[in-house]
């Protein structure tokens, strides 16, 4: 039998070499080929335009396309994979646009891995179940997670993000949590998490001020930095670059809007019409669960409900399901344990990538639709239901 000093020493070894092993990946494993390929080459695209004073022209196709030239060089790229995002993130990115293209993807993915160590250690601080647990290096080999790190997704952020608003509403602190939610504008198609927060915390008019402050000063910047552009240009632009020869593939998303463009023949308009009705009503939905459920339930429901209408969500956007993960691996830990419908909603969260690997990435909605349905249905535990 192993002595716990053992114990402990030979997990010193594991953990020591598996991020070894993934410092050794990025440094010496990753090649041009990679960051080429990468989600990467648009920001520091956007990232360029900046630097060089062009930002009126930040939205601009041809302005981008000229610019990701010069990012990729040597490459003789004839397509573009387009900057959509709000231009704070471009900025964060300056710094890096002296680098080479590969040097700055290797740094960039090493600080993205140094926000996954991040969540893994305030998953170790929130949920007190799982402080010595082998479950918290679950980001590092969770596919949608690993994977965004290596493909320049800014995924792992969001996730930072919405585990601290889920820290944050449950110390009822309702200002700091709408400043955190409005941070989700950096892939803006996920601030519609910020509706079901809204519902869920006790002090709304202090989370809308939190929310709103976020969004001002967030709007503000983006129009001093592209000399009011963002307003003439940017929804044309995004908009305008919803198709599969500038990287929006819908076969690859997990969406509802995603499953309904793939089954009807449906314009864009009709599809987010169809796709905004259902949302609509997961709000009423959320409005009664809040009431009822524990926070944890209803804070996991939220996350669900915003993968599936956040109309464009692809593999690496699954990530954000680890956090309804470890809360029910929080209190699968815990002296009362999982019901079976939670058991079930479990196993569905960790088995979905499956479906990406085997392309069937539609059937996600569906699967996290049963899973919000199974974690609606409280059986028993009612007496020591976590209220907010």
């Known amino acids: 039998m192993i002595s716990v000093a053992r114990r402990r020493y030979l997990s010193l070894v594991f953990v020591t070499s598996f991020f070894l092993a993934l410092l050794g990946v990025i ?12 989600d990467f080459v648009s920001f520091l695209t956007g990232a360029k335009i900046l630097e060089s004073g062009n930002g009126e022209n930040l939205y601009d196709f041809r302005t981008q396309f000229e610019y990701q030239k010069i990012v ?3 490459l003789e790229e004839n397509s573009l994979l387009p900057y959509v995002n709000v231009p704070i993130l471009a900025l964060l990115l300056v710094p890096l646009t002296d680098l080479s293209l590969l040097n700055a993807f290797k740094l960039y993915t090493l600080l993205i891995l ?5 969540i893994s250690l305030l998953v170790k601080k929130i949920f007190e179940n799982l402080s010595s647990s082998y479950w918290l290096l679950l980001p590092f080999v969770f596919y949608p997670s690993i994977g965004s790190v290596f493909v320049g997704q800014i995924t792992q952020i969001l996730v930072l993000v919405l585990l601290l608003v889920y820290k944050f509403v449950r110390e009822r602190k309702a200002f700091i949590s709408g400043i955190l939610c409005s941070l989700l504008m950096v892939k803006f198609q996920y601030l519609i998490f910020s509706v079901y927060i ?21 709007f ?11 307003l003439r240009n940017y929804l044309d632009f ?6 599969p020869e500038y990287g929006t593939r819908m076969e690859e998303a997990f969406t509802l809007f995603a499953f309904l463009s793939q089954q009807y023949s449906l314009s864009f308009w009709q599809l987010f019409l169809t796709n905004f009705i259902f949302y609509i009503f997961s709000i009423g939905a959320f409005l009664l669960l809040a009431k009822k459920l524990s926070y944890d339930r209803v804070f996991a429901i939220a996350i669900i409900f915003t993968l599936i209408f956040c109309v464009h969500g692809v593999n690496y956007d699954y990530a954000i399901s ?6 029910l691996i929080n209190k699968l830990k815990s002296n009362i344990g999982l019901e079976i419908g939670e058991k079930i909603s479990l196993f569905i969260l960790l088995m979905a990538p499956v479906f990406f690997v085997i392309q069937k990435s539609f059937y996600v909605s ?4 049963a899973t919000a349905i199974f974690l609606i249905k409280e059986h028993r535990n009612n007496s020591i239901i976590e209220k907010i």
Request: proline share 3%; no cysteine.
């Open 220 to 230: 503000t910047l983006s129009m001093v930095l592209t000399n009011g552009a963002l």
């Open 27 to 38: 440094f010496f494993v990753l090649s041009f080929k990679d960051a080429v390929g990468s």
């Open 114 to 118: 140094v926000v996954v160590v991040s």
């Open 366 to 369: 569906f699967l996290l639709l």
């Open 72 to 74: 990729t060089k040597p």
């Open 322 to 327: 680890i956090i309804p993960i470890f809360i």
């Open 198 to 218: 809204f519902i869920l915390v006790k002090d709304r008019k202090k989370y809308l001020s939190g929310l709103l402050l976020g969004l001002v000063i967030i």
């Open 238 to 243: 995004v908009f305008a670059m919803q198709k």
